[in-house]
């Protein structure tokens, strides 16, 4: 393998032998040649190849009993894999499930000791270490009891505090993050980040959307065992959204176009094409649906379909800071209406009236929109908002006879989420074109 790889994984699957009864585990060990069989075999993994360079962080994803779990277990090499191989280079350090790697007889500080020399570590390296890992773990003085008497989130303290100290080549860390708490979670993804801007590599298992995104290189789809495609997180992510939130009649249609979308992107590859099918990296995340929408009661017009696309008109919620994109929607018209203007607000989760825009200044509206018709609203903007989650108001208003009201008006008519951005310079809500500049003077007193 070459020096520049620190995982391969060539062709592995893995089968679990099921037994319908508890009884016929028991026949097949008694008679494992009679020619019969007590079992069905079920592939949790199925021909699954995939590298690791050195030095590159790697996101697992998939929906649950998709094979992430078994995948690592059998990369940390505690789990055979039924055909193919994993070569691993450098020290691997693991965090898998809860449970795996603690005697829970044994005190906090046992653990530590046996965990680290599992890991390679000799006992002086370990008593310079203790104090850094019980710091990080922050357990006070559980360190001193046996680890059965831990919650979950001590338990993830403790082992996650043994894995990021021993200063592992390769960290491998199985969702376990999700368990402690939001203090926590933020300490160890800082520490993630230092980790790997040493130049460790990490293979993680999240959920988490977000953390993939910020945090990994790359990213790779799991699912039913087979490994779906790879990539940029961003594609990644957006491709097990499509696959988490598709209806179950269309989820084969869902995989068959993922599969063929990566197919496709290798022949490119492999072509010299260097074609890039996402954008910008914004994409379509069909599980963030306003909770909150309220609707006016319509007086003639009705706002439809509100939504936001890039400038290449791909329907998109979940944004890149500092690009371009149109908020749009269609409003149709059951009564003639006349100085028709239309608008839009960006609110934040608080309530807070951010951004917005009207298609025209008072009394320069449409003059006169005729019953039947429908129109086309577009507002192009740049999205200069920072990271996090924001709601879109969509309105028309027309001119009666006591001045211009609401001919119809949604509130929080879309959600949409700006994506984590570590470059940002900005703060706040909004970025309002900062360009910062720093030098330094002559010394005080040249
Ligand atoms: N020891 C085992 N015996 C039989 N089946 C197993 C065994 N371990 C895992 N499986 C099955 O293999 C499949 C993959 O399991 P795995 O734990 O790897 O999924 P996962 O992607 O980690 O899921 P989750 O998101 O829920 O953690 C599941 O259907 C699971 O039931
Ligand atoms: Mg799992």
Redesign the pocket.
């Known amino acids: 393998m070459s020096s520049e790889l620190a995982i391969r994984v060539e062709g592995v699957s893995k089968a679990?032998a099921?037994y319908d009864k508890p009884h016929h585990r028991l026949l097949q060990q008694l008679f494992p040649n009679s020619g019969r069989s007590w079992h069905r075999e079920?592939h949790?993994l199925r021909d699954v190849s995939f590298e690791v360079r050195r030095g590159e962080t790697v996101g697992i994803v998939?929906?649950?009993?998709?094979?992430?779990?078994?995948?690592l277990q059998i990369i940390c090499g505690t789990l055979t894999p039924s055909a193919g191989q994993v070569q691993v280079q450098g020290r691997i350090a693991a965090l898998l499930e809860l449970g795996a790697g603690f005697n829970p007889e044994f005190s906090g500080r046992e653990n530590v000791y046996l965990n680290a020399t599992v890991l390679g570590l000799q006992r002086s390296e370990i008593d310079a270490r203790f104090d850094a890992i019980a710091s990080f773990a922050d357990i006070g003085e559980f360190m001193e009891q046996p680890v059965k008497s831990y919650s979950s989130g001590m338990y993830v303290r403790l082992a996650f505090a043994v894995a990021i100290n021993v200063t592992p080549d390769i960290l491998v860390v199985?969702?376990a993050l999700a368990v402690g708490d939001e203090a926590f979670q933020r300490k160890c993804h800082a520490r993630l980040e230092r980790l790997r801007n040493d130049g460790a590599t990490i293979l993680f298992?999240s959920?988490s959307a977000g953390m993939v995104i910020e945090l990994c290189n790359r990213a790779v789809l799991?699912d039913r065992?087979e490994l779906l495609t790879q990539g940029t997180p961003r594609h990644v992510v957006s491709r097990y959204h499509k696959l988490l939130y598709a209806p179950a009649q269309r989820v084969d249609e869902v995989r068959a176009r993922i599969r063929a979308d990566a197919d496709n992107a290798a022949a490119a590859a492999a072509g010299g094409d260097a074609s890039d099918t996402v954008s910008d990296g914004a994409y379509f995340d069909p599980g963030l649906v306003s909770q909150s929408t309220l609707r006016y009661p319509s007086l003639g017009a009705h706002i439809d379909d509100p939504r936001i696309e890039t400038a290449g008109g791909q329907r998109v919620n979940v944004l890149r800071g500092g690009n371009d994109y149109v908020y749009r929607y269609r409003v149709r018209f059951d009564a003639a209406a006349a100085g028709v203007r239309c608008g839009m607000l960006f609110r934040t989760t608080t309530g807070l009236e951010l951004a917005g825009g009207v298609s025209a200044a008072v009394g320069n509206g449409i003059d006169v929109v005729e019953a039947g018709s429908e129109l086309a609203v577009h507002f192009a903007f740049r999205c200069q908002l920072a990271p996090g989650t924001y709601f879109a108001n969509a309105g028309v208003l027309g001119l009666s006879g006591e001045g211009e009201q609401y001919l119809d008006r949604r509130i929080d008519a879309i959600m949409f989420r700006v994506m984590p951005d570590p470059d940002r310079l900005a703060t706040g809500l909004v970025d309002i074109g900062i360009r910062p500049s720093v030098s330094i003077e002559a010394a005080a007193g040249v």
């Open positions: 679990f099921i079920f949790a998939g929906r649950n009993g998709s094979g992430k779990s078994t995948l199985d969702e298992v959920h799991l065992g």
